[in-house]
């Protein structure tokens, strides 16, 4: 009889003169259990018959054949891992489903190595995962390179992988989660990636003068990176149009809050209306802009006829809203 068989023996009547009740066991008589010293299995899970050959020349056997085969006997590394499976543990297992080891015959080594089959990931898999996702997911993204360090292996019986998220680590630089698909376990891991950020802004379709006012025709739609674009920079193109430039905008520069300003739509000198509104009573007069200023903008300005300097509101090209005189 095998040391195995003579230290299973002697667990269990160390647990039944300690009082434990021991399990119901089964005989398997005429069955063989042959260890392998080296097995890879593909699933979460070590059986019996992935590091033992089960047999029996009966076959009225067959069924306990596959019984005993179906046993598990350890959990699966991780995919291209091996572990060192301890040949006591195979027969604490066969002890613990309630199999008699005096009625089978075995011979059990003392390390069983175990191997997780797996398959290598290929970077144009990975890439095309990747680009999966963005095309489901719209980032304002250019991943410029994945990094592959070392080789992504994964189970074998796995169908693909896909990305599951993203991660920004610091600027320029993303981590990109994946996972196995399907397949009998599930596989994650992060790899890292360079990538460029940027935004849609309105940039200058062509040079712009100090001063001139700025049309439908001189602003378009471009991709700005978030390094090369300001923070001060415009976003919508309703908010420039109808600005006036504090400086020259050079062909493809991004529009600033501080370098846009409303245009003046009255001169200094200017002749002007001034209107006075006292509820539905409304009173015109002329006079002169003391001032230049844009629409909502206040300005001071002369009454010709009394000769008073009053201040108002510009209301549009030539016409001041001033209080009662």
Known sequence: MKAYAITALLLLSVCQEAGAEAPQTLAYDGISVRGKTEAVVSGRAVSLGDVADVASPRVEDDQQVLRLRRITVAASPK??????LEGGRVLERLHDEG????????????????????????LDELEGALREFLGKNPRQLDVQKLS??????????????????L???????????????SGSDEARFQLKATAQSWRMLPVASKPLKRGDVIQADDVKLV?????????DAMENIGDIL?????????????????????????????????????????????????????VGQQIKVRNDASGKVVSGTVEGPGIVVVGAS
């Open 223 to 231: 991709k700005v990176s978030d390094a090369a674009s300001n923070r």
């Open 167 to 181: 991660e920004t680590t610091r600027p320029g630089h993303i981590g990109v989660d994946y996972r196995s698909v």
């Open 242 to 294: 109808g600005h006036a430039a504090t400086h020259d905008v050079g062909q493809g520069e991004v529009f600033r809050a501080k370098a846009l300003a409303l245009p003046n739509v009255i001169t200094s000198g200017a002749k002007v209306t001034l209107v006075v509104r006292d509820g539905r009573l409304e009173v015109s007069a002329t006079g002169t802009a003391l001032e230049a200023g844009p």
């Open 79 to 84: 995919a291209g891992e091996t572990v060192r």
């Open 99 to 122: 199999i008699a080891l005096n009625s089978i015959r075995y011979s059990i080594p003392r390390e069983i190595a175990v191997t997780r089959s797996f398959r290598e990931v290929s």
């Open 148 to 165: 592959l360090e070392r080789a992504v292996r994964i189970p074998s019986d796995s169908l693909g992988v896909e990305v599951v998220a």
